[in-house]
């Protein structure tokens, strides 16, 4: 990303922004829509969002002026993707590797990301991998640069962090630098077939300390028994779960273990950008044979989560390539998935946020609620696909994508 890009980026957002600050001085916003989905499973038809700061006050049905009539659109809560790789891109050399990269070139990327995710209607992301991401992380929420809240793990444990021991000191040094969430590898990946590698032991002490220190913890796992024992272990979250049983499916719905299988996005990304991928890593033409079969064995792995009644929050996985394209996920899990119109929007909106601890901050168009508020054209619940046609984006009351505000709003 280059720097005229980013200081485009900044004025043009803040130059929305500003241009609806008048309305936060003293007299509320109010949003006017054809239909408003709140979250919550609840429909309504010409209905009025009033914001007050940044914090929802009103959802009702109202005549006369409002600060933006936004028309033949559906509102709704700002979307959630509860799995994402804010820092991940293709480099000057349009490769994945970013090699020879400085932190400032780094930092440019993310804050793209975090700008491209913002205006495709995803107010909120969790990032989990990369310590870089407490930075951006923090200036966003300081209001200097534009982009969705940012909750992160500030990197990952393995098989190799060690034993019981070590692996509860991780946690604790984690949560002292600032994590938000514990990320955990429990396999290998689907690349290289998604054995579990760590034992039933490793993974009740780091999630063990994790629950001991108040941080939840989101567990890649593709194997069967790596669901499983990951499951036992009281881990919060399941990722992949390229190979889960019936018997892990039932155990997290029993449970409460919230399950993210991620079946719309991170492969086709893959696969649609080998030639950006190959010969990195694991990234070869075995790994790649791997992901292009799971593509489509994940829809009935899905369909499988949706019969045993799992909780599935909305995560993408989004890596290089994939950012602001989050939304594919919800379209695939309606099309290929099988799933509900009503409850895939809400799998990325009041359902991610409860899986992420967020259920009394954001997800829901309810007062009291930041107003992280979206619309997209057209009807999502008849044509899903509208959920990729973001024309408004609002976090916590600040406008970042939408029409400037009506006039006649301000007599």
């Known amino acids: 990303m280059n720097i005229l890009l980013l ?68 509102m709704m809560p700002g979307m959630i993707d509860v799995h994402v790789h804010i820092g991940y891109h293709f480099g000057k050399d349009g490769r994945a590797q970013n090699l020879g990269e400085a932190p400032a070139e780094v930092a440019f990327y993310a804050a793209e990301n975090a700008w491209t995710t913002l205006a495709n209607g995803f107010t909120t992301v969790q990032s989990v991998g990369a310590a870089a991401d407490k930075e951006l992380r923090d200036a966003i929420a300081r209001g200097v640069l534009p982009g969705p ?68 913890t989101l567990v890649h796992a593709h194997a069967a028994d790596a669901v499983l024992a990951a499951a036992k ?50 990234y070869n033409e075995e790994g790649f044979a791997f992901m292009e079969k799971a593509v489509p064995t994940n829809f009935p792995m899905f369909k499988r989560g949706l019969a045993a009644k799992v909780k599935m929050p909305m995560g993408t996985d989004a890596v290089a390539g994939a950012h602001g394209q989050n939304a594919r996920e919800i379209v695939v899990r309606v099309k290929d998935g099988g799933q509900n119109p009503m409850d895939a929007i809400v799998g990325a909106t009041a359902l991610a946020a409860e899986s992420m601890g967020l259920g009394k901050t954001t997800g829901s168009l309810v007062p009291g609620l930041e107003a992280d508020v979206i619309a997209v054209a057209g009807d999502p619940l008849q044509d899903i696909t509208a959920v990729r046609r973001v024309t408004f984006v609002m976090k916590g009351g600040k406008v970042y994508k939408g029409p400037l505000p009506a006039a006649s709003a301000a007599k």
């Open 233 to 282: 272990a009281g881990c919060t979250q399941i990722e992949h779960g390229a190979f889960v049983s019936d018997e892990g499916l039932t155990y997290m719905a029993e449970h409460g273990v919230y399950f993210d299988p991620n079946i719309g996005l991170v492969l086709q990304n893959y696969v649609e950008n080998k030639v950006r991928y190959m010969g990195i890593g694991n």
């Open 7 to 74: 200081r485009l980026i900044l004025t043009s957002t803040f130059a929305v922004t500003a241009a609806c600050a008048a309305f936060a001085q003293g007299q509320p916003i109010t949003i006017r829509a054809a239909r408003v989905i709140d979250g919550t499973g609840k429909v309504l038809t010409n209905a009025t969002v009033e914001i007050q700061g940044s914090k929802i006050t009103k959802v009702d049905q109202r005549t006369g002026p409002v600060t933006y009539d936004l028309g033949n659109v559906t």
């Open 149 to 216: 809240r940012i909750l992160t793990s500030l990197g990952s444990l393995n098989e190799r962090t060690g034993g019981p021991k070590e692996l509860r000191a991780y946690v604790r040094k984690q949560k002292a630098d600032g994590a938000d969430l514990i990320k955990i590898f429990a396999s290998k990946s689907i690349r290289e077939g998604g054995a579990k590698t760590m034992t039933d032991e490793q993974l009740q002490a780091a999630c063990g300390e994790a629950k001991t220190q108040g941080l939840r």
